[in-house]
Nanobody, 123 residues
Framework: QVRVVESGGGLVQAGGSLRLSCAAS????????MDWYRQVPGKQRELVAT???????NYADSQKGRFTISRDNAKNTAYLQMDSLRQEDTAVYYC?????????????????WGQGTQVTVSS
């Protein structure tokens, strides 16, 4: 079965940096889009950044200029480099991959979520 796992979260002071990683494993044929989301308790999960299969990226306005999403297709891994972190960035961060697995063909691709990693930014 395909699995997606995040890592790299932790505690950091405001103005600091973290890099999150999300790696997929299993019988993967192709990963189409790679996304990062975040969620604060009591609030909706929100999209942070997206990178498509052709390398195009998109960011929420509050993250643009501070966060960078990238992908390493050979490693089935996405990264989120977070700089100039603010207290408002504190959240659980989730990755979501659109994956075509070998076992699911000829069916279409499916969304796979990671378990989440906590990012806490202190003042």
């Amino acid at each position: 079965q395909v699995r997606v796992v995040e890592s790299g979260g932790g505690l950091v002071q405001a103005g600091g940096s973290l890099r999150l990683s999300c790696a997929a494993s299993g019988s993967i044929y192709r990963i189409h889009t790679m996304d990062w989301y975040r969620q604060v308790p009591g609030k909706q999960r929100e999209l942070v950044a997206t990178v498509t299969s052709d390398g195009s990226t998109n960011y929420a306005d509050s993250q643009k200029g501070r966060f960078t999403i990238s992908r390493d297709n050979a490693k089935n891994t996405a990264y989120l480099q977070m700089d100039s972190l603010r207290q408002e960035d504190t959240a659980v961060y989730y990755c979501r991959f659109l994956i075509q697995s070998r076992g699911s063909m000829p069916a279409g691709p499916a969304m796979y979520w990671g378990q989440g990693t906590q990012v806490t930014v202190s003042s």
